[in-house]
């Protein structure tokens, strides 16, 4: 069975300054991992994903992330925050080796970007 | 390329009362599915389509809740009756069933409906 954890419910930065949230996961075959981030009475919007090739998969608005297999990870970051990254955000993860499975979610994290 | 569509984007019941979600996917999208979004945590499965079967629906509370894609595009959630518990966000994603190569073929979500149990 697959899982998610965000281990940190919230996370505050001031604008400009680096960001990261942090994701690690669990699944049994090839990890398909993704971020999305969801904005107040908005749905999802997908950020990025990780499917192979090279560990640093760059995405919208800035967005990057690195996937660390040795250490289970995924976590999402950008070089200068803005207040308006400020959202919840979700990092899932689905068995790539399984064809269209369904996405499993962390309970997300909520970024502050405080001006 | 038009966007998955949900209807209603906020609904407010009394326990007991039915209610009833309407996804409509993106076009020529196979895969349907639908999460539960309860305050505070992240999505959780309650039920996958491909076309008009269901390929998962192992986290589908049965008693209370239905849903259906009878003709392979559109679809309904139900629930009847409804309970305090089942205040959340209800939302329907979709994705291809055969992407292109290069594609991971993520889902593609709706706006979502918020439902309220008084």
């Known amino acids: 069975a697959q899982s998610v954890a965000q281990p940190e419910d919230q996370v505050n930065v001031a604008e400009g300054n680096p960001l990261t949230v942090k994701c690690t996961y669990s699944?049994?075959?090839?990890?398909?991992l993704f971020w999305y981030v969801q904005y107040p009475n908005r749905g999802l919007q997908f950020l990025l994903k990780?499917?192979?090739?090279?560990?640093l998969v760059k995405g919208s608005y800035g967005f990057e992330a690195e996937f660390n297999k040795s250490q289970t990870s995924f976590h999402l970051k950008k070089p200068s925050a803005l207040v308006s990254d400020s959202a919840l955000y979700f990092c899932?993860?689905?068995?790539?080796?399984?064809?269209?499975?369904?996405?499993?979610f962390g309970k997300g994290t909520r970024l502050s970007v405080i001006a | 390329e038009a966007g998955v569509a949900q209807s209603p984007r906020y609904k407010i019941i009394e326990k007991r009362q039915s209610v009833a979600f309407w996804c409509n996917p993106i076009?020529?999208?196979?895969?349907l599915y639908w999460y539960q979004q309860i305050l505070g945590q992240g999505p959780k499965l309650l039920i996958q389509?491909?076309?008009?079967?269901?390929?998962?629906d192992s986290q589908l509370p049965k008693d209370r809740f239905s849903a259906e894609r009878l003709k392979g595009v559109d679809s309904t959630l139900k629930i009847q009756p409804a309970k305090l518990e089942d205040s959340a966000v209800y939302l329907c994603?979709?994705?291809?069933?055969?992407?292109?190569?290069?594609?991971?073929?993520?889902?593609?979500f709706g706006p979502g409906t918020r439902l309220t149990v008084t």
């Open positions: 994603a979709s994705s291809p069933l055969y992407p292109p190569p290069s594609s991971t073929n993520e889902q593609y």
């Open positions: 699944v049994s075959g090839n990890p398909y």
């Open positions: 990780y499917i192979t090739g090279d560990n």
């Open positions: 899932a993860v689905r068995d790539g080796g399984r064809g269209n499975t369904p996405l499993v």
């Open positions: 076009s020529g999208h196979a895969t």
């Open positions: 389509f491909q076309n008009n079967g269901v390929v998962d």
